[in-house]
C-alpha cells in the first residue's frame, strides 16, 4: 500500500504563489504523479502530471503559471503555483500510480486533498 501525505495548502491574494508537496510511502514501484483538483460544484480535473521519465503534462488554464516537479530520492512530488487567480480555487488531490514488486497492474493512489483559496 501506498500513503500519500500533502502539505502546502493555504490562503492567498491573486497573483500571489503557493507550493504544494506530497510525499509517497510504502514499498512500491512509482511510475506517473501528478495533481487534481476539484471546485464546488464542478467536476476533478487533472491539472499536471510527470512521469518516472520526466515527462510533464498540464491543463492549458495553468501553463506558464505553474511547474511540476518530483525528487525521486524522497518520493516526493511538488507542485509551484504562481501568478494565482481565484478561479484555482479548489481541493487538491495528489495522485501516484504504482505497484508492489510482485503485481505487475497498476493501482491509483489519493491524498487526503488540500485547501487552496485564492481570494482578496
Known amino acids: 500500500q501506498v500513503q500519500l501525505v500533502e502539505s502546502g495548502g493555504g490562503l492567498v491574494q491573486p497573483g500571489g504563489s503557493l507550493r504544494l508537496s506530497c510525499l509517497a510511502s510504502g514499498s512500491n514501484i512509482i511510475n506517473v504523479m501528478g495533481w487534481y483538483r476539484q471546485a464546488p460544484g464542478k467536476q476533478r480535473e487533472l491539472v499536471a502530471s510527470i512521469s518516472s521519465g520526466g515527462s510533464t503534462d498540464y491543463v492549458d488554464s495553468v501553463k506558464g503559471r505553474f511547474t511540476i516537479s518530483r525528487d525521486t530520492a524522497k518520493n516526493t512530488v511538488y507542485l509551484q503555483m504562481n501568478s494565482l487567480k481565484p478561479e484555482d480555487t479548489a481541493v487538491y488531490y495528489c495522485?501516484?500510480?504504482?505497484?508492489?514488486?510482485?503485481?505487475?497492474?497498476?493501482?491509483?493512489?489519493w491524498g487526503q486533498g488540500t485547501q487552496v483559496t485564492v481570494s482578496s
Open positions: 495522485n501516484v500510480k504504482a505497484r508492489s514488486s510482485v503485481i505487475f497492474a497498476y493501482t491509483n493512489y
